[in-house]
T-cell receptor, first 112, second 113 residues
C-alpha cells in the first residue's frame, strides 16, 4: 500500500508570487484534506476535496484554492504569496467520510 | 467552541516513565479523537484514536483515556523510550465528510536515557 506523497519537499518563493503544491493520496483513499502548519503550532485545516469538489473549507482567504483529479490526487494553489504563508503544508488522505486521516511528509514553503 | 486545548506544552521524562498528555474540548458534537506523533521535518503520523462510546483504548504502549462528561481525553505512553521523543498532537472532529480535524497546539516530549 503506497502512502501519501507530496511534492516538492521544499520551495522558496518571493512575496506576490504564486505556488502550486501537489499531493498523491494513499491507495484506496478518495478524500484529500490540506492543512497549514506554522512553526511550533498544530496543523490548521485549509480545505477538503471529495469526488473532485471542495467539500469543506477552513478560515483561509480565496487566494488559497485547490483541485482534485479523477485519480484522487490533488493540488493546492496559493496566489499573491505573503510572508505569513511560510509554513509546512500538509496533505492528508482518507476513505470517504471516515475521518481517519493519513498525512504526507509535507512541503516546506518559505516566502521571502 | 472549536478549540482543543492541549497541555503541557513540553514534557521531560526518564526512560521507562509514563508521560501523560491532556486535551480538553468544548464542542459536544465532536465524536472522533485521534492522537498524532510528529518527528522534526516529517508529517504527523496517526498513533491511536478513540470514539466516545468507550472510555479507554490501548494499542501497544499507547493508551487513550476518555472522559465524556468532563470533555477531556488524554494519552499515556507506557514504558517510554528515547525513540518516543517527538511532538504529540491531539485532535477532534465530527466524523462526517467535509469536516476538519481540529488540532491542539502540541506537546514536545523528551525521553532521556
Amino acid at each position: 500500500e503506497t502512502g501519501v506523497t507530496q511534492s516538492p519537499t521544499h520551495l522558496i518563493k518571493t512575496r506576490g508570487q504564486q505556488v502550486t503544491l501537489r499531493c498523491s493520496s494513499q491507495s484506496g483513499h478518495n478524500t484529500v484534506s490540506w492543512y497549514q502548519q506554522a512553526l511550533g503550532q498544530g496543523p490548521q485545516f485549509i480545505f477538503q476535496y471529495y469526488r473532485e469538489e471542495e467539500n469543506g473549507r477552513g478560515n483561509f482567504p480565496p487566494r488559497f484554492s485547490g483541485l482534485q483529479f479523477p485519480n484522487y490526487s490533488s493540488e493546492l494553489n496559493v496566489n499573491a504569496l505573503e510572508l505569513d504563508d511560510s509554513a509546512l503544508y500538509l496533505c492528508a488522505s482518507s476513505r470517504g467520510a471516515v475521518n481517519e486521516q493519513f498525512f504526507g511528509p509535507g512541503t516546506r514553503l518559505t516566502v521571502l | 467552541q472549536q478549540q482543543v486545548k492541549q497541555s503541557p506544552q513540553s514534557l521531560i521524562v526518564q526512560k521507562g516513565g509514563i508521560p501523560i498528555i491532556n486535551c480538553a474540548y468544548e464542542n459536544t458534537a465532536f465524536d472522533y479523537f485521534p492522537w498524532y506523533q510528529q518527528f522534526p521535518g516529517k508529517g504527523p503520523a496517526l498513533l491511536i484514536a478513540i470514539r466516545p462510546d468507550v472510555s479507554e483504548k490501548k494499542e501497544g504502549r499507547f493508551t487513550i483515556s476518555f472522559n465524556k462528561s468532563a470533555k477531556q481525553f488524554s494519552l499515556h505512553i507506557m514504558d517510554s523510550q528515547p525513540g518516543d521523543s517527538a511532538t504529540y498532537f491531539c485532535a477532534a472532529s465530527i466524523e462526517k465528510a467535509g469536516t476538519a480535524l481540529i488540532f491542539g497546539k502540541g506537546t514536545t516530549l523528551s525521553v532521556s536515557s
